[in-house]
């Protein structure tokens, strides 16, 4: 059974903090990616990672980055949060077209 | 670009009622459509996907070339059936699925 896990369920954090959001897979996949989800407007992609060390922009990477030092984990660090980043965060790895997703973190940023 | 569109936001419909959820999407090659569910306080899963013609808890879909459409079909809802769903796309040579904005399906008794 694939699991993905991420480090925290809720988070609150303050504007301007540097926040990491950790995601950790246990089938060795090659693809990891990450989303935000919000009400009226689904998911969007953050980020994506398709081998160690490697990592391509999504629709919405913008404040954030990411890194990939090792196969199993991906990381989204958010520089300096901001309250227009409060939102729903959900990891993901497998392939492009099965994607394996993380419970998800709620970050609310004051 | 490619985009997907699901025109609903929410549906709501009684039990043992049918149930359509629309998605279109555009997109002037073959692409491969899929849906993906999340139930409450569960993680969001992948439901099922066109090439594979398979029927996933009562759920169907048809992939509609010519409407460039693929909506999911129930003839007959549960409750348990209440969940918001995605419809996704995915395009040869590129290595994200584009997703829809969501349709909330709720199924009251």
């Known amino acids: 059974d694939v699991k993905v896990t991420q480090s925290s369920r809720y988070l609150v954090k303050r504007t301007g903090e540097k926040v990491f959001l950790e995601c950790v897979q246990d089938?060795?996949?090659?693809?990891m990616f990450w989303y935000r989800q919000d009400p009226g407007l689904g998911l969007r992609l953050i980020y994506f990672?398709?081998?160690?060390?490697?990592?391509e922009k999504g629709d919405i990477p913008e404040g954030y980055s990411v890194s990939r030092e090792k196969k199993e984990r991906f990381s989204l660090i958010l520089e300096s949060a901001s309250t227009n980043q409060t939102s729903m965060y959900l990891c993901?790895?497998?392939?492009?077209?099965?994607?394996?997703f993380g419970p998800g973190t709620r970050l609310l940023v004051l | 670009a490619q985009r997907v569109t699901q025109p609903e936001k929410l549906l709501s419909v009684f039990k043992g009622a049918p149930v359509e959820l629309k998605c279109n999407y555009s997109?002037?090659?073959?692409?491969?459509l899929f849906w993906y569910v999340q139930y409450s306080r569960q993680r969001l899963q992948l439901l099922l996907r066109?090439?594979s013609r398979e029927s996933i808890k009562g759920f169907t879909a048809d992939l509609n070339k010519g409407e460039t459409s693929f909506h999911l079909k129930k003839p007959f809802a549960q409750e348990e059936d209440s969940a918001m769903y995605y419809c996704?796309?995915?395009?040869?040579?590129?290595?994200?699925?584009?997703f829809g904005k969501g349709t909330m399906l709720l199924v009251s008794p």
């Open positions: 996704a796309l995915s395009v040869s040579g590129y290595s994200t699925l584009t």
């Open positions: 066109h090439i």
């Open positions: 993901a790895s497998g392939t492009v077209e099965t994607q394996y």
């Open positions: 089938m060795d996949h090659e693809n």
């Open positions: 990672s398709y081998d160690v060390k490697m990592k």
């Open positions: 997109y002037s090659g073959s692409p491969e």
